[in-house]
């Protein structure tokens, strides 16, 4: 079994800042792509941001160089850093994992619990 735990968040003004934690634990062979997705009230949930294992990112088009990604592979865990945030990147942040558990396995999905961020105008 695969737990993500995810930190940070919170409550930010309009052009404030925030940084989003996201940790891996229990029986992990190797992670390989990691990534951020958000979902705001009656919204789907979208695509934000994503860092392979070689430190390859992938950001969606309104991330805009606002966003940050970045990871530390030997802590199993992925950041998001939120710059110049605007009140339509209100939404409950989730980080994802891609884990494979045993040497000869597939990787497998994993969500973390979701951490709030909301941006106040």
């Known amino acids: 079994q695969v737990q993500l735990v995810q930190s940070g968040g919170g409550l930010v003004q309009s052009g404030g800042s925030l940084r989003l934690s996201c940790a891996a634990s229990g029986m992990i062979f190797r992670v390989n792509d990691m990534g951020w997705y958000r979902q705001a009230p009656g919204n789907q949930r979208e695509f934000v941001a994503s860092?392979?294992?070689?430190?390859?990112?992938k950001y969606a088009d309104f991330v805009n160089d606002r966003f940050t990604i970045s990871r530390h592979n030997g802590k199993n865990a992925v950041y998001l850093e939120l710059n110049s945030l605007e009140s339509e990147d209100t939404a409950i942040y989730y980080c994802k994992a891609d884990v494979v558990s045993h040497w000869a396995g597939p990787d497998s999905a994993y969500w973390g619990q979701g951490t709030q961020v909301t941006v106040s105008s």
């Open positions: 860092i392979t294992a070689g430190g390859r990112t």
